[in-house]
């Protein structure tokens, strides 16, 4: 299938800063570019505010209109939200397909999930964004599968049939709180087993799967496109010190992500809020990775620890100032960066861990065993004189084995 040529549209208003402006357009020709579209033509506007009917003004509508004739345009993408009513209107004067931002995502998305749960959380997105436009989509929303912005988890008609839209929202609704209800056992279990649990946070495309892939030896998806990953995966790792944890590779995080999105995308994020030391990779390569350090810094509101990870560090000339302590700089592709990088998450957790020394008789196997794979070792040696052996290191605060500890 041919690349789609797209046209973009984006209003600057006063208040909007420079940089952040043209990072917002960088960031839509990119994600256009992981749709399957080519951007032939970016067209800007200067306003006090946005135009309510039309999004941007009379003699700018034409000029785009010049534009997509005489570039053959097949599709227009607004780098704002739009209404019902200005998609409808620029449709009716533009005579091909307009889509926002936010549908961009959701197609995106669309094409990304795997699993059954993901694919629903897109759909319930797609639908929720879709039911107050309805009437501004006109007849390109007629049917799905024609081109981006269009395409849906399921291959059916959809339906522009309001009731039929709000009974499916309910039915996902419904189903998607089953999964969440499993999911929430299985990490109760996994807490219950007192499993720590690491999650890979950070802005989309800044090598988060790459990292997850290399410290666990798997083949999640790993590619230069936005949203590489939607599905949280989980493995298990173990540390230099012979400390095991779980690991969990999440979604990447993107600007004015929309609203119906980041509430469908509960599953990632409740993977996050359940972990215990989060690694926040940053692409310090990338001349907005300030911005983009803000837009996941906002996640952490729990306050879990975190520790940051300047990734792509052969890609940066200067030198770098990290915004955000503790920190690690490294290269995913470097086997000696991820050696450092392992060392420095049990450098971490000992700073906020209990000191412990633990004296075991013989036949106390079992519990040093444990010892070794549930706290970080340090030391480990057999005292003659007392017949007993002696394990030193460190133990998180609410730790089982902590009990043994005081007694």
Excluded: C
Excluded at 336 to 361: A, C, H, P, S, T
Excluded at 369 to 393: C, P, Q, S, W
């Amino acid at each position: 299938m041919s690349e789609e040529k797209i046209l973009v549209i984006a209003v600057k208003l006063p208040q909007q800063n420079d940089e952040r402006f043209q990072s917002s357009l960088e960031e839509l020709i990119s994600l256009s570019g992981t749709a399957g579209g080519t951007v032939e033509k970016v067209m800007t506007q200067n306003r006090s505010r946005i135009h309510p009917a039309n999004y941007i003004g009379e003699g700018k509508i034409d000029e785009i209109k010049q534009e997509i004739d005489s570039l053959d345009i097949d599709l227009v993408i607004s780098n704002d939200e739009l209404s019902a009513g200005q998609l409808r209107n620029l449709g009716n004067r533009f005579e091909v397909r307009i889509i926002d931002r936010s549908q961009l995502i959701l197609d995106i998305f669309a094409q990304r999930a795997q699993t059954k749960e993901g694919k629903l959380q897109v759909e319930l997105a797609q639908l929720e964004y879709l039911l107050p436009r309805l009437h501004g989509q006109g007849l390109i929303m007629s049917r799905l599968g024609a081109g981006i912005g269009t395409r849906g988890p399921g291959e059916t008609k959809l339906e522009t049939d309001q009731r039929h839209i709000r009974r499916r929202i309910f039915d996902i609704k419904r189903r998607l709180k089953l999964t969440g209800q499993q999911r929430e056992q299985y990490r109760k279990r996994r807490k219950t087993n007192d499993v720590f649990q690491i999650a890979i946070v950070g802005y989309t495309n800044a090598g988060k799967s790459t990292l997850f892939n290399r410290l666990t030896n798997s083949d999640s998806l790993e590619e230069n496109q936005l949203f590489a990953t939607l599905d949280p995966l989980t493995r298990k790792i173990q540390l230099p010190s012979g400390f095991q944890t779980l690991i969990t590779d999440t979604v990447g995080f993107i600007q004015d992500l929309p609203t119906a999105l980041i509430a469908s995308f509960r599953s990632t994020l409740e993977e996050v809020t359940e972990a215990d030391l989060l690694l926040h990779v940053v692409d310090s390569s990338h001349l907005d990775q300030s911005q983009h350090q803000d837009t996941v810094n906002q996640l952490n509101a729990d306050m879990i620890p975190m520790l940051t990870i300047y990734n792509k560090k052969d890609l940066y000339e200067d030198d770098l100032i990290p915004e955000n302590y503790p920190f690690i700089v490294i290269s995913a592709y470097d086997q000696e960066d991820l050696q450092k990088l392992l060392e420095k998450i049990e450098q971490v957790l000992q700073g906020q861990w209990d000191k412990y020394v633990f004296e075991l008789n013989p036949d106390e196997g079992k519990i040093m065993n444990r010892l070794e794979h549930e706290t970080i070792m340090i030391n480990k040696y057999f005292d003659e004189e007392k017949n007993k052996y002696v394990a030193k290191g460190y133990i998180r605060q609410n730790h089982p084995l902590q009990g043994l500890l005081k007694e």
